[in-house]
Protein backbone atom coordinates (compact mmCIF):
# COMPACT_ATOMS: atom_id res chain seq x y z
CA UNK A 1 0.00 0.00 0.00
CA UNK A 2 1.52 3.46 -1.30
CA UNK A 3 1.67 5.54 2.06
CA UNK A 4 3.39 8.61 0.86
CA UNK A 5 2.20 10.30 -2.68
CA UNK A 6 4.24 13.06 -3.94
CA UNK A 7 3.46 15.92 -6.78
CA UNK A 8 5.13 18.61 -7.95
CA UNK A 9 7.70 18.24 -9.99
CA UNK A 10 8.66 18.91 -13.38
CA UNK A 11 10.41 21.18 -15.71
CA UNK A 12 11.77 24.45 -14.90
CA UNK A 13 14.29 27.26 -16.11
CA UNK A 14 17.41 27.87 -14.07
CA UNK A 15 16.47 30.61 -11.59
CA UNK A 16 12.99 29.60 -11.12
CA UNK A 17 10.82 27.86 -8.84
CA UNK A 18 8.63 24.24 -7.57
CA UNK A 19 6.98 23.55 -4.88
CA UNK A 20 6.45 19.71 -4.06
CA UNK A 21 4.10 18.20 -1.89
CA UNK A 22 3.88 14.83 0.03
CA UNK A 23 0.91 13.21 1.21
CA UNK A 24 0.37 10.83 4.00
CA UNK A 25 -2.91 10.05 3.37
CA UNK A 26 -2.97 6.71 5.40
CA UNK A 27 -1.47 8.55 8.82
CA UNK A 28 -3.24 9.54 11.49
CA UNK A 29 -2.47 12.99 12.78
CA UNK A 30 -0.71 11.93 15.33
CA UNK A 31 1.82 10.11 14.53
CA UNK A 32 2.44 12.68 11.30
CA UNK A 33 2.43 15.32 13.75
CA UNK A 34 5.01 13.16 16.39
CA UNK A 35 7.43 11.95 12.61
CA UNK A 36 10.08 13.57 11.74
CA UNK A 37 10.42 14.04 7.93
CA UNK A 38 12.69 14.83 5.08
CA UNK A 39 13.11 15.18 1.82
CA UNK A 40 16.30 13.74 -0.19
CA UNK A 41 17.30 13.54 -3.54
CA UNK A 42 19.03 11.20 -5.96
CA UNK A 43 20.61 12.38 -9.55
CA UNK A 44 21.89 10.25 -11.91
CA UNK A 45 25.08 8.25 -10.63
CA UNK A 46 25.02 9.35 -7.92
CA UNK A 47 24.12 8.62 -4.10
CA UNK A 48 20.73 9.81 -2.19
CA UNK A 49 21.27 12.58 -0.46
CA UNK A 50 19.63 14.93 1.98
CA UNK A 51 17.89 18.02 1.06
CA UNK A 52 15.86 19.12 4.25
CA UNK A 53 14.78 17.97 6.94
CA UNK A 54 12.77 18.96 9.93
CA UNK A 55 11.84 17.25 13.28
CA UNK A 56 8.92 16.53 14.88
CA UNK A 57 9.22 19.94 17.03
CA UNK A 58 9.33 21.75 13.52
CA UNK A 59 13.08 22.77 13.33
CA UNK A 60 14.15 22.50 9.95
CA UNK A 61 17.72 21.89 9.09
CA UNK A 62 19.02 22.37 5.22
CA UNK A 63 21.71 20.84 3.33
CA UNK A 64 24.46 23.89 2.37
CA UNK A 65 23.61 23.48 -0.90
CA UNK A 66 20.16 24.43 -0.98
CA UNK A 67 20.20 26.68 2.57
CA UNK A 68 18.83 30.15 1.20
CA UNK A 69 17.00 28.81 -1.34
CA UNK A 70 14.91 25.80 0.02
CA UNK A 71 12.27 26.14 2.95
CA UNK A 72 10.61 22.99 3.92
CA UNK A 73 7.33 22.93 5.52
CA UNK A 74 4.40 21.02 7.19
CA UNK A 75 0.77 20.97 7.39
CA UNK A 76 -0.03 18.32 9.90
CA UNK A 77 -3.99 18.66 10.00
CA UNK A 78 -3.79 18.18 6.20
CA UNK A 79 -0.98 15.30 7.01
CA UNK A 80 0.91 16.90 4.21
CA UNK A 81 4.95 18.12 3.57
CA UNK A 82 6.45 20.40 1.20
CA UNK A 83 9.39 21.59 -0.03
CA UNK A 84 9.14 25.11 -1.88
CA UNK A 85 12.27 25.58 -3.71
CA UNK A 86 13.44 29.36 -5.13
CA UNK A 87 16.52 30.23 -7.09
CA UNK A 88 16.94 26.34 -9.11
CA UNK A 89 19.98 25.48 -10.80
CA UNK A 90 20.98 22.45 -13.03
CA UNK A 91 22.82 20.87 -10.01
CA UNK A 92 19.32 20.86 -8.31
CA UNK A 93 18.17 18.14 -11.46
CA UNK A 94 17.31 15.07 -9.63
CA UNK A 95 14.54 12.59 -8.12
CA UNK A 96 12.97 13.77 -5.28
CA UNK A 97 11.96 11.87 -2.59
CA UNK A 98 10.13 12.75 0.73
CA UNK A 99 10.80 10.48 3.47
CA UNK A 100 8.90 10.19 7.10
CA UNK A 101 10.69 8.42 10.33
CA UNK A 102 7.63 7.68 12.69
CA UNK A 103 7.99 7.07 16.67
CA UNK A 104 7.91 3.77 16.06
CA UNK A 105 11.28 3.73 14.34
CA UNK A 106 9.70 2.31 10.61
CA UNK A 107 10.22 4.71 7.65
CA UNK A 108 8.42 5.44 4.75
CA UNK A 109 9.40 7.06 1.52
CA UNK A 110 7.17 8.37 -1.63
CA UNK A 111 7.62 7.21 -5.10
CA UNK A 112 10.02 10.08 -6.33
CA UNK A 113 9.21 12.88 -8.13
CA UNK A 114 11.23 13.86 -11.15
CA UNK A 115 12.94 18.34 -10.99
CA UNK A 116 14.90 19.27 -14.02
CA UNK A 117 16.10 22.26 -14.25
CA UNK A 118 17.38 23.34 -17.41
CA UNK A 119 17.16 26.27 -20.34
Known amino acids: QVQLVESGGGLVQPGGSLRLSCKAPRYISSTFGGSSMGWYRQAPGKQRESVATITSSGRPSYADSVAGRFTISRDISKKMLYLQMNSLKPEDTAVYFC??????????WGQGTQVTVSS
Open 99 to 108: NIQKPSGNAD
